[in-house]
């Protein structure tokens, strides 16, 4: 099977504005499900060049989304498997993805992909839950790589781990925004990558993650000051009417009868026009909050550091060994 050389030359853009419509928000024609999701055709499309690039871009595109979805489709219908895995790189990666949401795929591993979460029809992207896929769908991306980091405007489908990088060896290098695109830029020993643990960004997490604890602070405080503006005020009344009283001639009411009513309108009687259980409930669940995230910030900077170290130890070790070895 080969893609039309018309879907294949725009489907990154496609992805790129999947945001303003396209994808799988319009549903497969009958005649496209007729022609991808017959498995009998050995060749879909032919490749002939200018001729090809104006059948399927400007008189009848079909995008690879598409494609992928019914071929994807009518392969599991006619095997049934029990299992179903998907993998890809880039482009390919980016559409395994999205068929994982689609079919409810058992696994999905792939490279560099590019994020394809507007290609999903809107009642789908609706019912998303990332905790579904979060672990089960791996992407393995670089920061190097533009492709594989932008979101898109989107929210991600699946996780996102981070290979060993590609070092910078020239100033072409550094301007090239897909350095770390290429599947020869990922470090395989056997069947596994090579996971780089960035310390660096370790840190700037836990860093982050301090300073949200300004938030809370900044809820607490606003909470607290919410309870002393409302006693305040209703003192203020109080006293403006009471005042009014004094000074007037009034027969039947006496400034402490306004006491007395302010006591009545309020929730505790002491002046409180909210419920104080509930608010010391939420106060108490702030600062258990606050203590958690700088417990955790402060064990995710120690890791960090513990891995800092032992990546220089063995640092230490492959030079003594390398050295033993040469001598």
């Known amino acids: 099977m080969t893609e039309d050389f018309g879907s294949d030359i725009v489907e990154d ?10 994808g799988l928000r319009t549903l497969p024609t009958k005649k496209e499900e007729e022609i991808y999701g017959n498995l009998n055709k050995k060749v879909i499309g032919y490749d002939t060049g200018v001729a090809d690039f104006s059948q399927n871009v400007i008189s009848d595109p079909i995008s690879q989304s598409k494609e992928s979805y019914i071929f994807t489709g009518a392969l599991i219908n ?59 769908f791996i992407n393995y991306v670089h920061r190097s790589d ?40 990922f470090d395989f020993k056997g069947d596994n990558v090579h996971i780089k643990m960035d310390t660096e960004e370790i840190g700037r997490i836990a860093r982050q993650l301090k300073n949200s604890c300004h938030f809370v602070d900044g809820a607490i405080k606003s909470y607290q000051a919410y309870m002393d503006d409302t006693k305040a005020a209703a003192k203020r ?4 009417y009471a005042e009014k009283i004094r000074t007037g001639h009034y027969k039947h009411i006496k400034p402490s009868d306004i006491e007395d009513y302010m006591e009545e309108l309020s929730v505790s009687k002491k002046y409180e026009f909210y419920d104080s259980t509930s608010f010391d409930n939420v106060m108490r669940d702030l600062h258990r909050i606050q203590k958690n995230i700088e417990s955790f ?5 120690h890791a960090a550091e513990k891995m800092e170290s032992r990546d220089k130890d063995l640092g230490e070790l492959y030079k003594i060994l390398n050295h033993l070895r040469i001598n």
């Not at 998907?86 to 689609?102: F, I, Q, R, T």
């Not at 594989?148 to 020239?170: C, M, P, W």
């Open 78 to 136: 006619k095997q049934k498997p029990k299992r179903i895995y998907g993998d890809g790189h880039s482009l390919g990666g980016g559409l395994a993805l999205m068929n994982g949401v689609m079919y409810n795929f058992d696994g999905v591993r792939v490279f560099s992909a590019p994020n394809t979460f507007d290609l999903l029809p809107d009642d789908v992207k609706a019912k998303y839950h990332a905790e579904k896929y979060d672990g089960k």
């Open 146 to 185: 533009m492709i594989g980091n932008s979101n898109l405007f989107a929210e991600r489908i699946g996780t996102q781990i981070y290979g060993k990088d590609v070092e910078n060896h020239s100033v072409l290098d550094f301007l090239n925004p897909i350095l770390g695109h290429g599947m020869d830029t």
């Open 297 to 301: 910030a402060d064990k995710l900077m």
């Open 237 to 240: 009344i109080e006293r403006k």
């Open 13 to 22: 853009a496609k992805i790129a504005g999947a945001k303003f419509g396209g």
